[in-house]
């Protein structure tokens, strides 16, 4: 009997991909007069078969390999660990057994030991001179470099305290551990695009990856632009492939200092960590944007939602579910600094709003502290995406100005969304109905937090404040129940 095997490929969703094949019985390539249309004879006593999709270069998919056992009896089966990526289908008739391989490829493919590697590369120089990064995050984290991406437990970790916050209107925190974060974290990078490459993605163990459940609901972090700090001397090595990238784009916003965090410094954001405090049980997704790109193709937002999909079929494969949800859930954007400018970008655009992602899917987003002359348009874009839907959220939070003009104006803007005057400084706002945040925050409430948390004196500058109300504040957003 003539056994043939006749691979093919196709992406989650299970619509044809072009592909260029090799095979392998035992080690030994089995030729074939076309390797786009091949049809191979298996010859008799192979026991391993391994099957090579590769996609044009100008394809938005990876190449993929897959194992196959073949029986004594000549029956084609894929063995445990390409289990999920491959689908089988046989058929024996007139002496003649056939099996197509249908072969799972992807936008997305594992880059984490990529990203650990260059982590252990970090510049010497600053456009200030000699820089030692590797003794400054050894000082920040206590271990320096990572061995591994996971998200460790923060023996001391100081978090928004909700329920004061609520009675008092004062910016308050209460000092605990922080768990570490269990689950999957990993970085993925996509294919076909010139940003963002890399994604940080943290599936939280309490959120299963289980045949027939629910579409996942994700949480997605925009960080500030990557151009504005070139002038200091970052970001100099290729996108996304260098230190800066993997360090200050993908590993400071996930994890907390190692002591007394957030407030101890200004600089690692725990993203992660906010979203476990707050109870929100969803994915948290951090693109990697680049110098030039920026944030690229996520400014048409049908897109973005395209490449969530896209992670959580990769993220469900990795869990060896083949079939997974065929949409996403619930998605809230939150934004930091000058992310907040393509946050406002994206929104604003009549297009993306029309589309499904922003319409149906995006039911919340989050501003932490734009630059003040960048608020009012913050909050006319969201207001306009939001416009007619009453179910959506828009939560903003901002330092005072310290121009008067700069305070009138935030202010102003406050209010607008609010729909009703915002009280004395510092405030936590809600509206009646619990679908607007505004706050507003001082310096001097930074300093005061920081003084009673570690008793000496404070010696940061306005960065502080910016930087921590982005390493604080989503605790808050996160937990007025968005999901």
């Not at 001179?129 to 460790?152: H, I, K, Q, R």
Request: hydrophobic share 40%.
């Amino acid at each position: 009997m003539s056994n043939l095997l006749l691979p093919i490929a196709s992406h989650w969703k299970g619509e044809f991909v072009a592909c260029r094949f090799k095979a392998f019985a035992d080690g030994m390539p089995l030729a074939t007069p076309d390797d786009t249309h091949p049809l191979y004879d298996i010859p008799k006593g192979t026991s391993k078969l391994t099957v090579t999709a590769t996609p044009p270069k100008d394809s938005p998919f990876w190449e993929a390999t897959v194992t196959l056992s073949v029986s004594t009896s000549g029956e084609v089966a894929a063995e445990t660990s390409s289990s999920v990526f491959v689908r089988l289908k046989t058929a024996v008739a007139n002496n003649s057994r056939g099996t197509v391989v249908n072969i799972k490829v992807s936008r997305f493919k594992d880059a984490t030991t990529d990203v650990l590697d260059l982590l252990t590369k970090p510049p010497a120089m600053r456009a200030s001179g000699p820089v030692d990064e590797a003794a400054n995050n050894l000082s920040t984290y206590g271990t320096w470099p990572p061995s591994n991406w996971l998200l460790p437990a923060v023996a001391t970790a100081r978090f928004l305290d909700l329920s004061k916050m609520a009675s008092t209107g004062a910016l308050t925190f209460r000092e605990k551990t922080a768990p570490a974060i269990d689950g999957a974290s990993v970085v993925l990078r996509l294919k076909g695009v010139t940003a963002p490459q890399l994604f940080a993605v943290v599936w939280p163990l309490t959120l299963p990856r289980d045949p027939g459940v629910d579409p996942t609901p994700f949480f997605l972090f925009v960080r500030q632009g990557a151009l504005q700090n070139v002038g200091a001397g970052y970001f100099k090595g290729a996108y996304p492939d260098s230190f800066d990238y993997a360090d200050l784009c993908l590993f400071q916003n996930l994890h907390y200092g190692n002591t007394g965090a957030p407030l101890s410094t200004w600089g690692p954001k725990g993203v992660p960590y906010q979203v476990a405090e707050a109870g929100a049980n969803v994915v948290t997704v951090i693109p990697c944007n680049g110098v030039g790109p920026e944030f690229g193709v996520l400014s048409d937002t049908e897109q973005t939602g395209k490449i969530l999909e896209e992670i959580q079929a990769f993220m469900f494969w990795r869990a060896a579910v083949p079939d997974p949800p065929t949409s996403i859930g619930k998605t809230v954007i939150a934004a930091f600094s000058s992310g907040n400018d393509f946050l406002s970008a994206w929104l604003a655009n009549a297009k993306n709003r029309s589309g499904s992602f922003l319409k149906d899917t995006v039911r919340a987003v989050y501003f932490l502290d734009p630059r003040p002359d960048a608020v009012p348009g913050c909050v006319t874009a969201a207001r306009k995406w939001a416009e007619g839907d009453p179910k959506k959220r828009i939560r903003l939070y901002t330092h005072l100005p310290d121009k008067p003009a700069d305070r009138t104006m935030v202010r102003a803007a406050h209010k607008t969304l609010l729909e009703a005057q915002p009280p004395a400084e510092p405030y936590f706002t809600n509206s009646p109905d619990g679908h607007k945040t505004v706050s507003m925050t001082r310096f001097d409430d930074w300093k005061k937090v920081f003084v009673d948390a570690f008793h000496q004196d404070f010696t940061f500058d306005w960065q502080y404040t910016h930087h921590n109300i982005c390493a604080a504040m989503l605790t808050h957003a996160l937990a007025q129940n968005d999901f």
